[in-house]
């Protein structure tokens, strides 16, 4: 015999499932930063920002005002149409990787009778 061990010969120590390899794959490399692309109609620019899933996105709202040199409350934060509470997370919202969250001018409603006249 040469030491060649044939094919059907060679496993795997551990054996798993597709969907198990998966699941522990996600769970044990599930990153602690993500990053952000926001989106603003404002200026049609674009800036990345990294965030940590479990930080709030009053840090991001903030940190984008100051970056802007703009109130914040002239502005809103959405992510697919929902406005973002300060207070929820990146895993509150299961945000993945690489997502986009759009900044709009605050709008105010008013009342319009076709005439012009308010």
Not at 67 to 90: A, C, N, S, W
């Amino acid at each position: 015999m040469s030491g060649v061990v044939p094919q059907e010969d060679v496993k795997p120590v551990i054996e798993k499932e597709p969907e198990q390899v998966a699941e522990s794959e996600t769970a044990a490399e599930k990153p602690t930063h993500i990053n952000i692309t926001v989106k603003s109609n404002v200026d049609n620019t674009e800036v990345g920002f990294r965030i940590r899933r479990n930080s709030q996105f009053s840090k991001l709202i903030h940190a984008y005002g100051e970056m802007k040199k703009i109130d914040v409350k002239t502005v809103r934060f959405l992510y697919d149409g929902t406005q973002l509470h300060p207070e929820h997370t990146p895993d509150h919202l299961e945000l993945e990787d690489g997502c986009e969250i759009d900044v709009m001018l605050e709008q105010d409603g008013g009342k319009w009778n076709g005439n012009g006249k308010h």
